[in-house]
């Protein structure tokens, strides 16, 4: 016999039917607003078809043609791709490229972060030092390269080696010797671009609880432990984001090599964009633009690739 003071389970509700989706025709859509949405928005489409898609895909059909902008395009096929993959300099400048990715990875990737954790422990003067370190981002890059030219002068009047000279060493061939060309070059790339991430990185740092660092220090964690155990996990989505621009950032490094050295010493300094910029205008009677244009294709489709592939591998570690 059932006990008599226990009630009875209560019957789950009912589930609620599954809405369909109804599909929305045309004439309900230009009821609902559709098409005043599409007024509103067509300018905008306009001018970001005309201004960035178009120019895209006159450069993929330009990178099938042989043409000067001078004289009638012919189509060529995949003729600009084959003398682009044969030309020797190519793997120089991919080389270059690369060495030049690792050096700013090493030296321009960790040194914001680590200024931008210095600067938020500092209590007093904050914003004069923010102001001073997004300072270089203000400087014309022209004017920040011509300006780093005249302290890399390779006598043992310049400035650096003025500097070095007084500890005993030197002078040092800044831009003339092929071995410290291109680290010359990452030092004052570094020093131009650390500006804007140490910003966003010190506002991503006002998003971290202060309770974690409180408890990181009770168990008696130093510096460099809160910056490993808490800081660094915290922004982890920040320093994915920024790795991503960094390295699209150094695989398209064009100002500093043609400003500085133009490429040489002995082309140690000659990248992928400088050698796409030599294709295009290095003829004062019009450069070879098909072949331009599909090592900008080229260039273009490795990134994505390598982007794809970065997304993929760290999209655990970026929501964890």
Known sequence: MADRGVLPAAAPPPAAPARRRTRRSPVSWVRGGGLGTLVFLLPMLVVFGLFSWSPIVQAVVMSFQETNLV????????????????????WTAVKNTLWFAVLALLLGYPVPLLAAVLMSEVRRFKGLYSA???????????????????????????????????VGIGP????????TA???????????????????????????????????????????????????????GVLLITFILQIVGTAQ???EPFLF????PANATTTVLLL?????????????????????????????????????????????
């Open 71 to 90: 004289t009638a395009p012919t189509f060529v096929g995949l003729d600009n791709f084959r003398a682009v993959l044969d030309d020797p300099l190519l």
């Open 132 to 166: 001073l370190a997004y300072l270089p981002v203000v400087i014309p890059p022209v004017v920040a390269v011509l300006l780093w030219k005249f302290f890399y002068d390779a006598s043992p009047t310049g400035v650096f080696n003025t500097v070095l000279g007084a």
């Open 172 to 179: 040092v061939p800044w831009l003339q010797d092929a071995g």
């Open 182 to 236: 291109m680290v010359s070059l990452v030092i004052e790339a570094t020093w131009a671009a650390a500006g804007g991430t140490i910003i966003i990185y010190l506002a991503a740092l006002t998003s971290v609880p202060p309770e974690l660092y409180e408890a990181a220090e009770i168990d008696g964690a130093s510096v460099w432990g809160k910056v490993w155990h808490v800081t660094i996990p915290q922004l982890r």
């Open 253 to 255: 490094v064009f100002l």
């Open 261 to 264: 050295t133009g490429g040489g």
């Open 276 to 320: 796409i910029y030599d294709y295009a205008f290095a003829n004062s009677l019009g450069g070879d633009y098909g072949s331009a244009t599909a090592l900008s294709l080229m260039l273009a489709a490795v990134l994505a690739v390598l982007s794809a592939i970065y997304f993929r591998l760290t999209r655990s570690w970026s929501t964890s």
